[in-house]
C-alpha cells in the first residue's frame, strides 16, 4: 500500500508539452498531473498519439528540436527539471532517470560488442577504471539473468529477450533512482515478456527504484504497476490504484480500454471496440477530449472542460458525472451504446455474431509439412546445416472455421503461414486444398489458388502501396485475377470496403494509406483479402501493432466473415487471450512442431503439454481480481538450426522424465546455471560437447567431480541425473546419453490431441 505521508520523488503539475509545426503549435500534452513515490511502480496507459512516450521524454529532454514545454513543473527529488539544459540536464540522465526504450535493437549499437557499450554508459558519468567496470556489468548481467560471457557479443548475435535484458542492465549500470520503461516489451513473445517484466519488478524491489512504464496493453499494467493513470488526448482521465481503476472504473474512456481486452483466465465475454480516433491536438476540442467518441456526452461535455474530481481514496476522475458511474458502468458494458457513437461518427461498430457453425468440410488439409532454409557457409559457401522452421506438421482446417496457431517467436507460426498460402515453398509434404495438393504449384495454377486463398500481415502500413488509393489497394486483386472492371470493379470495392466496417465506402475510396489510423489502414487490408471472397485466410498478428481500442473492432470482423461468408481463418499469434476469444480451435507450435491441437476451450481450460501450460502461465491478465505470479525463469527457445535430441521442449519443462531426451548440453546448460549464481566450480573443469554426450575435466579426481556434479544436478529435474551415464576417462569424466525421437501426437479425446511422453500413445 502506498504511503501517502512520504514525500514523492516525481511531482508533475499542469505539466504542457507543445510541438511547433507551421500550422501552429500541437499540444501534444496539455496540462497534466502525476506523482511517483519512491520504490513505486507506475503505469502511464492510452492509445496512441495520447502523449504518453512525449511527457516521459520530456522528463529526461530528449523531445526532438520543435519540443518546447510551455508551462508545468516537474519536480524531482527536490528539483524543477523543466529549467535544467546542457550539462546540468546530462547529469541527471541514466545516472538519476534512466530509459528503457521499445525497440532493443535500436538503443543498442550494432558495432560495438554489448559489454564495451555497457561501460561506456557508466565512463560517461562516472569514474570508474575498465577492470572495475566490467566487473559490475557482470554483476548487471547476472542480476537480469544473463551469462556474463555475453557482454563479449555483439547486438545481432542475441535474441531479442536478451537484448532487451542487455538495456535493462545498461539502464540500471549506475542505480538510478526512477527507471522509465517505454513499451519494453512491445514486441517480444509473451513468454519473454513475461520473464523480462518478472525480472523487471524484483529489480525494483530489491533496489528500490521507481518505475514510470508507458505502455497501451492493460494486461501488462495490472500484473506489472501499482498505480496508473490513463491518458487521452493530452489530458490524464483517471489515476489511482491500477486494480481498482480498472476493476471498477470512472471514467467513460477507462470503461472502453477494459471492455476491448480479451480475457485469459475469466469468462468468455465479447469485445467492445471504441468509434472513432483521438482529437486532433492541433485544434483540440474545447470540452472533454473523449466527448465526440463518449456514449454519454451532453453539451456539457463538449462545452466545458472537465476537473478531476475525487472518487476514492488515492482515486482521481476527470468526468462531469461521477455520480452517475452505475448506469455508465452498466451501459458501457453493452454493444449497443457504442453502437450509436458509431452512427454519430459513420463509422459501423462489428459486432461478433453467434451462429451455429457446421464444419462440414475441409479447407486444407497439411500432411507432414517441412519448411527448412540452408545455412550458408563452410567450403565453397556450402554447409550440411539447415533451419528447422517447420518439421512434419500435420494439420486440417475445417470450412468456416477460425484456427488459432499459437506459440514464441522462432516457433515456426509465421512460416506454416506464409506456406499455406504458397509465400513459401515448402521443403516436404502435402497442402490439399479442395483436392488438390498445391505445395509445389507454379504458374497459372498458383495464380488460381491465389484466388481462393489470402493473407492479412502484421502491419498494415508495410503492406499497403502508399502511391495507391484505396480504391487501387483493394481493386488490384479484382484486375489482377480479371474478374471485374470499371463500374462493376467500383461496385465490389465499395462492398469490400463496407463489409469490413468502412462505411460510407466513399468517404475512403480516393484517400492514401497515410491518411488513415492504424486501425483503418488494417481494415483496408482485411478488404484487400476478402474482394476474391477467397475460401481461407491466413491472418499473422492483424493486432499486435493496434491500440486496444480498435483490437476489438478487427477480431469481432474476423467472426463475422467466418458466420456470415463462411471463410475460414488460420489466425496466428503468440497472443493467447485473443486466441481464445477468435478460435474454434488451436495449434499450440513449438520449435517447428505441433505439440497441442483441439478446441480452444479444451486445449486452454485443460493445458495438457507442458508448453501449453507455460505460455497460458505466461500470458497477462487484464482482469485484476486475478492474480498470477511471477515467471521467474522458463529459459528460451532452443536453436532451429541444431535441434534438441528427443522431445524438443524437454530442457524448459518440469515434468521431463528420463525418456524426453536429455543430452549433453542440457548438462553444459546447468554447469551455466551454476556458474551465473557464482557458485564454486573448483572440480569441474570446461565442458566439451561430442554429440549427444558431454566430457568434462576433472582437476581434482574423479571423486570430487562426481560429488560436484551432484550438487549442479540437484538444481535440475531428478530425470537428467536419472538418463546420465558417468563414466570415468583418464582425468576426465564422460556422460552419456541415449537418443531419442521426438515425440508424436497422442489422442486424448475427440479432436484432441498432445505430442508429450505423458500420455500413452
Known amino acids: ?33 502525476f506523482s511517483i513515490a519512491p520504490g513505486e511502480a507506475l503505469g502511464l496507459v ?64 550494432p558495432v560495438y560488442r554489448v559489454g564495451e557499450q555497457i561501460l561506456e554508459a557508466m565512463q560517461a558519468h562516472i569514474t570508474i577504471d575498465r577492470a572495475e567496470g566490467m566487473a559490475r556489468a557482470e554483476d548487471l548481467f547476472r542480476a537480469v539473468g544473463i551469462d556474463p560471457s555475453r557482454l563479449r557479443a555483439y547486438p545481432h548475435e542475441m535474441s531479442g529477450g536478451m537484448k532487451q535484458r ?117 485544434r483540440p476540442p474545447p470540452g472533454c477530449r473523449f466527448a465526440e467518441r463518449c456514449p454519454f456526452a451532453t453539451e456539457r461535455c463538449r462545452a466545458e472542460e472537465p476537473v478531476s474530481h475525487r472518487v476514492g481514496d488515492g482515486r482521481l476522475s476527470a468526468c462531469h458525472y461521477p455520480e452517475r458511474v452505475e448506469e455508465f458502468r452498466r451501459t458501457a458494458a453493452t454493444n449497443q451504446a457504442w453502437a450509436e457513437v458509431g452512427r454519430r461518427l459513420n463509422e459501423e461498430v462489428v459486432t461478433a455474431s453467434r451462429k451455429s457453425r457446421e464444419t462440414s468440410a475441409e479447407v486444407l488439409q497439411v500432411e507432414q509439412l517441412v519448411k527448412h532454409f540452408p545455412v550458408p557457409g563452410g567450403f565453397f559457401g556450402k554447409s550440411e546445416s539447415k533451419v528447422h522452421a517447420v518439421d512434419g506438421i500435420d494439420l486440417t482446417l475445417q470450412a468456416g472455421e477460425i484456427l488459432g496457431l499459437a506459440g514464441e517467436s522462432g516457433s515456426g507460426k509465421t512460416t506454416t503461414g506464409e506456406m499455406l498460402v504458397r509465400l513459401q515453398e515448402p521443403t516436404g509434404g502435402r497442402i490439399v486444398s479442395e483436392g488438390d495438393d498445391i505445395a509445389h504449384l507454379k504458374g497459372s495454377a498458383l495464380k488460381a489458388f491465389r484466388r481462393r486463398a489470402q493473407m492479412v500481415f502484421q502491419d498494415p502500413y508495410q503492406t499497403l502501396n502508399p502511391r495507391f488509393t484505396i480504391r487501387d489497394i483493394v481493386g488490384e486483386p479484382l484486375k489482377i485475377h480479371g474478374l471485374a472492371r470499371g463500374a462493376e470493379l467500383r461496385t465490389r470495392v465499395v462492398k469490400a470496403l463496407e463489409r469490413a466496417g468502412l462505411k460510407p465506402a466513399e468517404t475512403y475510396m480516393e484517400r492514401f494509406p497515410h491518411e488513415l489510423s492504424g486501425g483503418q489502414r488494417q481494415r483496408v487490408a482485411i478488404a484487400r483479402a476478402i474482394v476474391l471472397e477467397p475460401r481461407f485466410i491466413v491472418a499473422d498478428e492483424p493486432v499486435s501493432m493496434l491500440d486496444v481500442s480498435i483490437r476489438a473492432g478487427v477480431l469481432n470482423l474476423m467472426r463475422h466473415f467466418r458466420d456470415e461468408m463462411g471463410i475460414s481463418f488460420v489466425y496466428v499469434s503468440h497472443d493467447l487471450p485473443t486466441i481464445r476469444y477468435v478460435a474454434d480451435r488451436t495449434a499450440i507450435m513449438y520449435l517447428g512442431e505441433i505439440v497441442e491441437v483441439g478446441p480452444t476451450e479444451k486445449v486452454i481450460a485443460e493445458r495438457r503439454h507442458p508448453y501449453t501450460r507455460l505460455l497460458l502461465d505466461a500470458s497477462p491478465e487484464p482482469d485484476p481480481s486475478v492474480e498470477k505470479p511471477p515467471l521467474e525463469s522458463a529459459g528460451e527457445i532452443p536453436s532451429a538450426i541444431d535441434i534438441p535430441n528427443g522431445c524438443r521442449f524437454h530442457n524448459r519443462c518440469p515434468l521431463a522424465t528420463v525418456t524426453c531426451g536429455w543430452e549433453g548440453r542440457d548438462v553444459i546448460a546447468a554447469l551455466a546455471e551454476w556458474d551465473l549464481a557464482e557458485n564454486p566450480r573448483e572440480a569441474l573443469g570446461t565442458p566439451a560437447r561430442e554429440g549427444l554426450d558431454v566430457r568434462i575435466p576433472a582437476p581434482g579426481g574423479a571423486a570430487a567431480a562426481r560429488a560436484q556434479l551432484a550438487k549442479v544436478f540437484a538444481q535440475r529435474p531428478p530425470s537428467l541425473a536419472e538418463a546420465a551415464q558417468i563414466e570415468e576417462e583418464g582425468a576426465s569424466l564422460r556422460i552419456r546419453f541415449q537418443p531419442r525421437p521426438s515425440p508424436a501426437r497422442r489422442k486424448i479425446a475427440e479432436g484432441h490431441e498432445v505430442a508429450c511422453v505423458l500420455f500413452p500413445q
Open 166 to 282: 542487455a538495456v535493462i542492465a545498461m539502464a540500471m549500470a549506475l542505480e538510478p533512482q526512477l527507471l522509465i520503461a517505454d513499451e519494453p516489451t512491445t514486441a517480444l513473445d509473451v513468454v519473454t515478456q513475461a520473464q523480462i517484466l518478472s525480472r523487471l519488478a524484483r529489480l525494483r524491489r530489491e533496489r528500490g527504484m521507481a518505475l514510470l512504464f508507458i505502455t497501451h496493453d492493460i494486461s501488462v499494467v495490472v500484473q506489472t504497476c501499482d498505480r496508473v493513470a490513463v491518458m487521452y488526448g493530452g489530458k490524464i482521465m483517471e489515476t489511482g490504484p491500477v486494480r481498482q481503476v480498472f476493476g471498477t472504473p470512472f471514467h467513460p474512456y477507462t470503461m472502453g480500454l477494459t471492455n476491448a481486452f480479451p480475457t485469459l483466465e475469466g469468462a468468455q465475454r465479447e469485445l467492445i471496440s471504441i468509434p472513432g480516433t483521438p482529437p486532433d491536438l492541433l
Open 46 to 109: 492510452g492509445e496512441s498519439g495520447c502523449g504518453k512516450t512525449t511527457a516521459a521524454k520530456a522528463m529526461l529532454k530528449l523531445l526532438p528540436p520543435n519540443g518546447e514545454i510551455p508551462r508545468g513543473r516537474m519536480d524531482f527529488a527536490g528539483r524543477d527539471l523543466v529549467p535544467l539544459l546542457g550539462e546540468d540536464m546530462r547529469r541527471v540522465r541514466w545516472k538519476e532517470i534512466a530509459w528503457i526504450s521499445q525497440a532493443a535493437m535500436n538503443a543498442l549499437d
Open 1 to 33: 500500500m502506498r504511503d501517502t505521508a512520504a514525500p514523492n520523488l516525481l511531482d508533475v503539475r499542469d505539466l504542457a508539452i507543445h510541438y511547433r509545426t507551421g500550422a501552429g503549435p500541437v499540444q501534444a500534452v496539455d496540462g497534466i498531473d
